[in-house]
Nanobody
Framework: QVQLVESGGGLVQAGGSLRLSCAAS????????MGWYRQAPGMPRELVAIINGLGDTHYGDSVKGRFTISRDNASKNTVYLQMNSLLPKDTAVYYC???????????WGQGTQVTVSS
C-alpha cells in the first residue's frame, strides 16, 4: 500500500512562511502528477497547487504569487510547497495528492495542519 508522508505544518504568524514536504513510500512508483489540496473547517477541499513530471505547475487563484510547488529532482516522488506571505485564511489541513501512471491510481496523504495567526 503506497503512502504519502507529509511534514512541515505548524503554527505561524501572518506574513510568515512554511514549507511542506510530501514523499511517496515507494520510490519505484511512477507518479504523473503530485499536488497539494487544503480543507478549512466547514469548507470543501480545494486545489492549492499541482505539478507534473515535466515541471508544469498550476495554482489555485488564492495562492498565486505566494506559494511555490516543486518536485525533487533526484526523487520525482517527493513534492514541496513553499508558502510565503501567509494569511489567516490559509489556515487549513493541507493534503498531499498523487496521481499514478495514466491517472489510473490516486493517493492521499493523512493531512498536515497549517494555522496562521493574525
Amino acid at each position: 500500500q503506497v503512502q504519502l508522508v507529509e511534514s512541515g505544518g505548524g503554527l505561524v504568524q501572518a506574513g510568515g512562511s512554511l514549507r511542506l514536504s510530501c514523499a511517496a513510500s515507494e520510490s519505484s512508483l511512477i507518479i504523473d502528477v503530485m499536488g497539494w489540496y487544503r480543507q478549512a473547517p466547514g469548507m470543501p477541499r480545494e486545489l492549492v497547487a499541482i505539478i507534473n513530471g515535466l515541471g508544469d505547475t498550476h495554482y489555485g487563484d488564492s495562492v498565486k504569487g505566494r506559494f511555490t510547488i516543486s518536485r525533487d529532482n533526484a526523487s520525482k516522488n517527493t513534492v514541496y510547497l513553499q508558502m510565503n506571505s501567509l494569511l489567516p485564511k490559509d489556515t487549513a489541513v493541507y493534503y498531499c495528492n498523487a496521481l499514478g501512471l495514466g491517472y489510473a491510481s490516486e493517493y492521499w496523504g493523512q493531512g498536515t495542519q497549517v494555522t496562521v495567526s493574525s
